[in-house]
C-alpha cells in the first residue's frame, strides 16, 4: 500500500511540473503572438492590395505584351514552397501543412510527381523533417527563414523562384501555408504563386483602362518582383503568427487537461491512504481482540 501510495505521488509531482512548462510556453506564445499578429495585420491589406492591382493589371494588357511571370505554359515541372514552423507542441499545424502538400501533389500534380518533376522548397524545419522523410524532393536552402525572419530573407526565396521560373526551370509555383483568422483558428491554403494569376472578368466586361508611365513593359518589369516577394513575405508572416497562435492554444489545452489529470490523481491518492489507514486500523482492533482474548 506505502508502494502505491509513493507512486501516486510522484506521478502527481510529475504532471504539476509538465503543467509549469505548459504554462510558460503558453505565456511566451501568447507574448510572440501579440507581435506576429501586429506584423500580418498590418502587412495584410497592403499585400491584399497590391495582388489584387497585379492580377487587374495582367488580366487587362493585350496581347502586344510579354510578362515572362505571367506567361502560362504547360504544367511539366512543379515547384511548392511549403511554410512550416521550427518547433513542434503546436498542435496539428505542422502535419496538416505536411498533409495539405501532399494532398496537393496527389490531387492536381499526379503526373509530374510520377516522373519526378515535383520539387519542395521548405521554410521551416518541420516540414523539411516531415517531407524528406516521406520521400519527396526537398531543398533545404531556405528552412532556416524563421531564425532571422525579415523581409531580406525572405526576398532571397521569392527571387529564386521567379528566377527559376523565368528559366523555365518550373511551370507552375505554389505557396502552402497557414492563413492566421485569430489564436483559435487558421486556414491551411495552397496559393497559386506563378504564373501570376489572371482576375476571371465577367462576360461582356471591358478590359480597364489603365494609363501607364513609363510605358508598360519598364513599369511591370520593376513592379512584378516587388509585389511578389510581398506576396511570399506575407505568407510568411501569416504562418508565423499561425505558429505561436496554434502554440499557445494547444498549451492552454495540455494546462486544462493536466489539471484533470491532478484531479483525478488526488481522489486516488486520497482513496488509497483512506484504504491504507483502515487497513491499519483494523490491524490494531484485530491485534487488541486477540490480546483481550
Not at 41 to 67: C, F, H, W
Not at 166 to 182: C, G, Q, R, W
Not at 207 to 218: G, H, L
Request: charged letters at 25%; a positive charge; hydrophobic letters at 40%.
Amino acid at each position: 500500500m506505502a508502494g502505491q501510495l509513493k507512486e501516486v505521488r510522484n506521478r502527481i509531482k510529475s504532471v504539476q511540473s509538465t503543467q509549469q512548462i505548459t504554462k510558460a510556453m503558453k505565456m511566451v506564445s501568447a507574448a510572440k503572438l501579440r507581435r506576429a499578429q501586429d506584423s500580418i495585420t498590418q502587412m495584410r491589406p497592403y499585400a491584399k492590395k497590391l495582388q489584387e492591382m497585379l492580377s487587374n493589371i495582367v488580366s487587362s494588357l493585350d496581347g502586344g505584351v510579354t510578362l515572362k511571370l505571367a506567361e502560362e505554359r504547360a504544367v511539366e515541372k512543379v515547384l511548392l514552397i511549403v511554410v512550416t514552423s521550427d518547433r513542434g507542441l503546436c498542435g496539428g499545424y505542422n502535419a496538416n501543412l505536411v498533409k495539405l502538400a501532399k494532398s496537393t501533389i496527389v490531387e492536381k500534380y499526379s503526373a509530374q510527381a510520377a516522373k519526378g518533376n515535383v520539387h519542395i522548397w521548405n521554410i521551416g524545419k518541420k516540414g523539411y523533417e516531415a517531407l524528406t522523410k516521406s520521400g519527396y524532393k526537398t531543398n533545404d536552402t531556405y528552412k532556416d527563414v524563421f531564425l532571422n525572419l525579415k523581409f531580406e530573407t525572405v526576398q532571397a526565396a521569392a527571387q529564386a523562384a521567379m528566377k527559376a521560373f523565368e528559366n523555365k526551370e518550373y511551370d507552375a509555383i505554389e505557396v502552402i501555408y497557414s492563413e492566421f483568422k485569430n489564436a483559435a483558428t487558421q486556414m491551411f491554403v495552397a496559393e497559386q504563386f506563378l504564373p501570376i494569376p489572371k482576375v476571371a472578368k465577367p462576360v461582356g466586361q471591358k478590359n480597364s483602362d489603365f494609363i501607364f508611365e513609363p510605358e508598360v513593359e519598364t513599369l511591370i518589369a520593376e513592379l512584378m518582383p516587388k509585389i511578389l516577394n510581398t506576396q511570399l513575405y506575407k505568407a510568411v508572416l501569416d504562418g508565423n503568427a499561425s505558429e505561436h497562435g496554434a502554440r499557445m492554444t494547444a498549451m492552454d489545452k495540455a494546462s486544462e487537461n493536466a489539471n484533470e489529470l491532478l484531479k483525478s490523481l488526488k481522489i486516488s491518492y486520497n482513496r488509497a491512504r483512506q484504504a491504507a489507514i483502515t487497513t491499519e486500523l483494523t490491524e490494531i482492533v484485530s491485534g487488541a481482540a486477540a490480546l483481550q482474548g
